[in-house]
Nanobody
Framework: QVQLVESGGGLVQPGGSLTLSCAASGSLFRIYAMGWYRQAPGKERELAATITSGGTTNHADSVKGRFTISRDNAKNTVYLLMNSLKPEDTAVYYC???????????WGKGTLVTVSS
């Protein structure tokens, strides 16, 4: 059973930076696509960024130019570097491991990011 563990969340001031990490168990990390999603209070979960097994990235318009997704297959870890944080970035951030166009997906339990002065 795949397990995903997010870390790196916390309280940060507007304009600040955080880096989230998601560590995956198992030996097949490199063949999965990975994604970061977020859910703000009272809102639907939404995509923040994805990265394919080959390293192609996609970032939502709301975070483009501020957030960067990356992966380290040797460490079974995906990262989300978040710069120029805004109060509207406040959310629980979830990591997803998946095969595109299939029903195969795994989710972490999330890490809370709060952007506030």
């Amino acid at each position: 059973q795949v397990q995903l563990v997010e870390s790196g969340g916390g309280l940060v001031q507007p304009g600040g930076s955080l880096t989230l990490s998601c560590a995956a168990s198992g030996s097949l990390f490199r063949i999965y696509a990975m994604g970061w999603y977020r859910q703000a209070p009272g809102k639907e979960r939404e995509l923040a960024a994805t990265i394919t097994s080959g390293g192609t990235t996609n970032h939502a318009d709301s975070v483009k130019g501020r957030f960067t997704i990356s992966r380290d297959n040797a460490k079974n870890t995906v990262y989300l570097l978040m710069n120029s944080l805004k109060p509207e970035d406040t959310a629980v951030y979830y990591c997803k491991m998946y095969f595109p166009d299939t029903a195969i997906e795994y989710w972490g339990k999330g890490t809370l990011v709060t952007v506030s002065s």
